[in-house]
């Protein structure tokens, strides 16, 4: 077997310095993933060296004796690659005239003999399992042209060579018949065209590959002539007897439209065929707009049944409208497009059915707020609109909860003068609070780390209502984080009548510390009546949202109630519906 190395050989690193220590692997030749291949001490393959061989201090290489190709990867000591190389080593080129093996690699222009006993050449450098009878991509059959021999029988169509020429065999069993002495040799360089032809005869017809009098596989009656084509003035009227008349099932160029100009109808109402329309004027024909084009596509010829599309020339308006079994058109529909979609244009623009996108108020993206921004002074919005906003900690806006920290901020506006802001900072995992009553900021509150007391379910039926269909309901406020469930769903229901009147008792001092107190009160399918709350002593009350309950049956509202700090004696009512 071939030495795959030279002897003695020393292996170095890139800087130059001896590689001690390093590491050859070997595998199968350009193999992914990488595929071992044994390699030998000796040249009769007999002693196996371990893979990778390691290399000694002198970096000197083994003796190393492989059969055919090799990839081979080389590694410092430390497993890092210091290069790859592919085809290293030798092959024997595979036989020639063998038989093909679906195990052997074959390289460009190799000849191997198939299993139908015909030759075939290799067209590929990189021929493994692609079987020579079946893959004409990876191989060419071959026709060998021998020398003419007096003891080979030849069939007709075999081609010799004689005397420095090439012979056509004339005829089957051909045997000892020397060529230039006979008819049963040819020399096609003498053949006339007749003799040509003669031959093209015998072999013509269905079947033989050629077949001069057909045409695909028709005959010349079975093609129209020019003469059954339609004028356009033919095609246009309908013209029966030709080519593409609306009788024989076929779509009428130019009379549709097709291939040509729009048909200009009067009326696009009026139109019971399929085809393409146009009209000038809007007001006499029923189309979207003045100068329009479209197509109007019929379920069945003769009736106004089926839609129009529809688009004025020059414009980027599209339109659309369909009918009735009674051939009634609805009205015309346009299409929204990046042409006729009115989008707002800021978090304040209010006009009539502007569509919003993602990031205005915070839809989807939240606004992104920097070092030139206030979190006291952010555009006004619409009366109980939410927007949300974020701001990194490398550009924080004025006012922050913290300092060089990111946020998220939730903000609910009411007017210019009352708003509450709600701050989430991910660095630190705290929740702070603001709120601004009468156009002033009270101040940001850490939203605090006690447990929430859950007080409920509390259910109520119709029979806890007195004459007038009141309920009363009293909630003690004693605590902090307190959560209240009062469910209406049971039977007999409430009725609409009355009002569900709440009176807050316990309510705790109004000391700075306890600002941060936050009460929360949902309501199940209570929207048959208002909700009235009755507060102790002074205190009174301030609404973000709806004054009232007033949800449909199925539905809930929450409410959460803090103190406003700036005012000791007035607590912050915010209303969530649960259809918003």
Request: charged share 20%; hydrophobic share 35%; glycine share 8%.
């Amino acid at each position: 077997m071939p030495r795959l190395v030279l002897p003695a050989n020393q292996m170095t690193l890139p800087d130059g310095s001896v590689a001690s220590g390093g590491k050859l692997y070997f595998y199968e030749n350009e193999t992914t993933p990488p595929v071992p291949k044994m390699v030998y001490s000796d040249p009769l393959m007999t002693v196996a060296h371990t893979q990778p061989i390691v290399l000694t201090s002198s970096a000197y290489l083994p003796d190393i004796f492989g059969e055919g190709l090799y990839t081979v990867v080389y590694t410092d000591e430390n497993d890092v690659q210091v290069w790859s190389r592919d085809n290293v080593g030798s092959t024997e080129d595979s036989s020639q005239f063998e038989d093909w093996s679906s195990i052997t690699r074959y390289r460009q222009n190799e000849i191997v003999r198939g299993s139908d006993g015909n030759y075939y050449r290799s067209i590929d450098s990189n021929n493994t399992g692609h079987d020579p009878v079946t893959s004409p991509e990876y191989w060419e059959q071959l026709e060998f042209i021998t020398v003419w021999n007096e003891f080979v029988e030849y069939s007709q169509g075999k081609v010799v060579t004689h005397n420095d020429r090439i012979w056509l065999s004339a005829e089957d069993d051909n045997l000892n018949n020397e060529p230039g002495t006979g008819p049963e040799w040819e020399d096609p360089a003498d053949m006339t065209a007749a003799e040509i032809l003669a031959r093209l005869k015998t072999v013509d017809g269905p079947g033989s590959g050629l077949d001069a009098d057909l045409l695909d596989g028709q005959h010349a009656a079975d093609f129209l002539l020019s003469a059954n084509l339609a004028s356009k003035a033919e095609a246009q009227a309908g013209t029966a007897g030709k080519i593409l008349d609306a009788a024989g099932g076929h779509a009428m160029v130019k009379k549709w439209g097709l291939g040509g100009a729009a048909i200009p109808d009067t009326d696009f109402s009026d139109v019971t065929d399929t085809r393409f329309i146009y009209a000038q004027t809007a007001a006499t024909s029923d189309s979207p707009a003045d100068f329009s084009v479209g197509v109007n596509i019929n379920q069945t010829a003769g009736q106004t049944l089926g839609i129009q599309i529809a688009g004025r020339i020059n414009g980027s308006s599209l339109f659309f409208r369909g009918s009735n079994l009674n051939g009634n058109f609805s009205s015309w529909n346009e299409l929204w497009s990046t042409h006729n979609l009115q989008k707002v244009s800021s978090p304040t623009d209010t006009t009539s059915d502007a569509v919003p996108t993602v990031g205005w108020m915070g839809q989807g993206v939240p606004i992104l707020l920097n070092s030139g921004d206030d979190l006291y002074n952010l555009p006004d919005l619409n009366p109980g609109e939410v927007a949300q906003y974020k701001y990194s900690s490398a550009s924080v806006p004025s006012n922050p909860p913290e300092e060089s920290a990111s946020g998220y901020v939730r903000r609910i506006f009411h007017s210019s003068s009352f708003e509450s802001l709600e701050v989430y900072v991910p660095d630190s995992g705290r929740r702070y609070t603001n709120e601004m009553i009468s156009g002033s900021w009270a101040g940001w509150q850490e939203a605090g780390s006690s447990s929430i007391t859950y007080a409920g379910p509390q259910e109520y039926t119709s029979a806890d209502e007195d004459g007038s269909g009141n309920i009363a309901i009293s909630l003690d406020f004693t605590g902090i984080y307190k959560f209240f469930t009062l469910d209406f769903d049971t039977t007999p229901l409430i009725t609409t009548s009355g009002t569900i009147n709440i009176t807050i008792t316990n309510l705790p001092n109004t000391a700075t510390d306890d600002f941060v107190k936050v009460w929360h009160i949902q309501f199940n399918r209570a929207g048959r009546k208002n909700v009235v709350f009755t507060l102790p002593g002074s205190v009174t009350e301030s609404r973000i949202g709806t004054a009232t309950y007033q949800s449909g049956a199925g539905d809930f509202d929450l409410y959460e109630i803090r103190y406003v700090s700036s005012d000791p004696n007035r607590l912050l009512f915010s209303r969530i519906d649960a259809r918003t």
